[in-house]
Structure formats: C-alpha cells, structure tokens
C-alpha cells in the first residue's frame, strides 16, 4: 500500500488562506467518509484537527476546515499564522479495514 | 490527567525482538480503539497496528506476521511485541486512541513516542 498523495511543501503568508490536498484512490479517500487531518510541530506528537471530513475537534481554531470530492480530501487554513507552520498529514480508513496516512505536506508561513 | 505514556523502545540488533508498552491514564481504556503508530527519523507517519475493544486485531501489511498487538484492560496497558526487527523498522512509535470506536482514524489522544532502533 502507498501513502496517501500530498505536496510536499507549501508556503503563504500571514493572514492568507491555503488548501492543502490529498489524493487516494476508490478504495480508501474515494470510499468513505473517514478523512482525518493532524497537525505536527517538530519534535512533537502530532494532533487531530479535523475528522470525519470536514468535522473539527473542540479546542481547534474554526480557521481550520476540511472537504472532500472523489479520491481527494483538501484541508484549508484561513488567516495564516505564524504558529500555524507546521507538517500537515491527511488521513483515510482503506478497504483492508486499515488507515493510511499520506506523506505529509510541510508549511511555511513567509 | 488524560495521558499516554509509551515505554520500551532501545537499540536492538537485525532479527531481534522488542515489546513496546504504552501505559493510558485518566479515561476508561477498556472501550476504546488503540493503535500503534510509527514514524521513521524525518519521515511520515505510518499505520502500524489496531486493537480493538473486542480484541480483534488490525496490522499493516509490512509488519504483518512480525507484530503482535495486545492489551491488558485491568492494567489499562497496550502492548506491541516486535519480532524478526529489520532496519526500516527504525522509528518513534506512538500509541494512540482512536476516538471513532472503531478503526476509523480519528486519534485525538497520542503519547509522546518512544524510540525503537534497529541496527549493528
């Protein structure tokens, strides 16, 4: 199994908006509904920021919001702030009752 | 506090063997979905193993008839015995719990990680 597909990079300044992708495939992003995204600063264990596509946990900022469309999840940050440079991973249950997580998409903010 | 705490990583050798414990606090344990997590020096995160509940059990297919997950509900304990250890499985690993309840991936409570390398 490959990870799922993500930049590897992307950059945008303060107050901008940027939306990371993630493509799959039929037998796990396009198949169901259980996308999650989770944000990791270096040297640190990662955190849930959204599930279930588009669903955020409490705590995490409402500039944080999730979609999806066919094989592919997206994750948008509004408002760009410095705290939020940070790795990015996107994450879907599969067909062979596992999760995948993609590769990863490092952000920088300018 | 709600926390996790994992234990048990060091240097092993090619071909050894480890156990990984990840010890939870501050939630009831016995009715959640576990995993184990990995994360390579620079790299990824990448699914490794899933108990659930009911014990069934979940593995990715690279560590597949290597790994056994395990967990002791009275000790709130998670366990993962490494075996036949190979190079690429150098990681920090990770226990986690997974909020959906069943193996959905929504893991909104993650260790610190414990480090697991394997080399000569």
């Known amino acids: 199994q490959s990870a799922l597909t993500q930049p590897a990079s992307v950059s945008g300044s303060p107050g901008q908006s940027i939306t990371l992708s993630c493509t799959g495939t039929?037998?796990?992003?396009?198949?169901?509904?259980?996308v999650s995204w989770y944000q990791q600063h270096p040297g640190k264990a990662p955190r849930l920021i959204i599930y279930?596509?588009?669903n955020r946990p409490s705590g995490v900022s409402n500039r944080f919001s999730g979609s999806k469309s066919a094989n592919s999840a997206s994750l948008t940050i509004s408002g760009l702030q410095a705290e939020d440079e940070a790795n990015y991973y996107c994450?879907?249950?599969?067909?062979?009752?596992?999760?995948?997580f993609g590769g990863g998409t490092k952000l920088t903010v300018l | 506090e709600v926390q996790l705490v994992e234990s048990g990583g060091d240097l092993v050798q090619p071909g050894g063997s480890l156990r990984l414990s990840c010890a939870a606090s501050g939630f009831t344990f016995n009715s959640d979905t576990m995993h184990w997590v990995r994360q390579a020096p620079g790299k990824g995160l990448e699914f490794v193993s899933a108990i659930r509940s009911s014990g069934a059990t979940y593995y990715a297919s690279s560590v597949k008839g290597r790994f056994t997950v395990s967990r002791d509900n009275s000790k709130k304990t998670l366990y993962l015995q490494m075996g036949s250890l190979r190079d690429e499985d150098t990681a920090v690993y990770y226990c986690a719990r997974d909020s959906s309840g069943w193996i959905w991936g929504y893991f909104d409570l993650w260790g610190r990680g414990t480090l697991v390398t394997v080399s000569t």
């Open positions: 039929s037998n796990d992003v396009g198949a169901y509904k259980f």
């Open positions: 994450c879907s249950y599969t067909s062979s009752s596992t999760v995948m």
């Open positions: 279930e596509v588009s």
